[in-house]
C-alpha cells in the first residue's frame, strides 16, 4: 500500500508554469503506474500523463509539448511541469499510483486555475 501527498499548484496567468509534486511512501516496490489526472468542473476526470514500471510515458494529447511528467527516486516523488498554461488546464489535479495488483491510490488534489 502507498501514500500520496501532493503540493504546489495555485494561480497562474495564461503562458505561465506551475509545477506540482507528488510525494510517495509505503510499499514502493508494489508501483506499476505514477500519473497525474485532472479533473474540471462538470467533466470526468481524465489522465493528463503517466509513466509505467517498464519506462513508457503517456501524455494526453491536448498537454503533449506542454506538460512533462518526471520522477526523483531518491526523494520518492513524481512531478508534474506545466509550462504554456492555458485557461482550459483549470482543474483539480490528482496523482496517482496503480499498484502491481490493480489497485489505484489518489493523491488528496491540488487546484491548478490559469486566467485569461
Known amino acids: 500500500q502507498v501514500q500520496l501527498v501532493q503540493s504546489g499548484g495555485g494561480l497562474v496567468q495564461a503562458g505561465g508554469s506551475l509545477r506540482l509534486s507528488c510525494a510517495v511512501s509505503g510499499s514502493m516496490s508494489s508501483i506499476n503506474v505514477m500519473g497525474w489526472y485532472r479533473q474540471a468542473p462538470g467533466k470526468q476526470r481524465e489522465l493528463v500523463a503517466a509513466?509505467?514500471?517498464?519506462?513508457?510515458?503517456n501524455y494526453a494529447d491536448s498537454v503533449k509539448g506542454r506538460f512533462t511528467i518526471s520522477r526523483d527516486n531518491a526523494k520518492n516523488t513524481v512531478y508534474l511541469q506545466m509550462n504554456s498554461l492555458k485557461p482550459e488546464d483549470t482543474a483539480v489535479y490528482y496523482c496517482s499510483v496503480d499498484s502491481v495488483y490493480g489497485l489505484r491510490t489518489w493523491g488528496q488534489g491540488t487546484q491548478v486555475t490559469v486566467s485569461s
Open positions: 509513466f509505467t514500471r517498464g519506462g513508457t510515458t
